[in-house]
C-alpha cells in the first residue's frame, strides 16, 4: 500500500461523519401529532480529510438536515430534520481521535 514521507497510509484519510440533531414529525392528513424527538443520530456518511487543518470533504446531503413526505401507518406525514452536531472519527475505527466539525460551505453544480 502507498505510504508517503511520514509512514500514514491513505485510508488514515478516511473520515466517518456521524450526524446528530432534532427531527420534528408534522401531520399532512389526519394525524395526533406534531411531534419532536431530540438529539437523535439522523445520519452517517463518509469523508476525505483534505487538509492538516482539519479539513474534510464529504457530499452535502451527509451533513445537512431537511424535509420529507413519508408514509407512516398509512398517513402521509412531514419528517424535518435539523442538524445540531457533527462528529468525525478520523481513521480506520476513529484510531486518529474524534472530533466535532462544523460546516463551512458548499458548492453547487
Request: charged share 25%.
Amino acid at each position: 500500500m502507498a505510504q508517503d514521507f511520514d509512514g500514514r497510509q491513505p485510508s488514515d484519510a478516511v473520515v466517518f461523519i456521524r450526524v446528530s440533531g432534532d427531527v420534528h414529525v408534522d401531520a399532512t392528513q389526519d394525524w395526533e401529532g406534531p411531534e419532536s424527538f431530540e438529539d437523535m443520530e439522523i445520519g452517517t456518511g463518509s469523508g476525505f480529510l483534505v487538509a492538516p487543518s482539519g479539513l474534510v470533504l464529504t457530499n452535502h446531503h451527509v451533513v445537512t438536515g431537511g424535509r420529507t413526505v413519508e408514509l407512516i401507518q398509512g398517513r402521509e406525514v412531514e419528517v424535518r430534520t435539523e442538524v445540531r452536531r457533527i462528529e468525525v472519527a478520523v481513521g480506520g475505527g476513529g484510531r486518529h481521535g474524534r472530533f466535532e466539525a462544523w460546516e463551512i460551505g458548499r458548492a453547487h453544480v
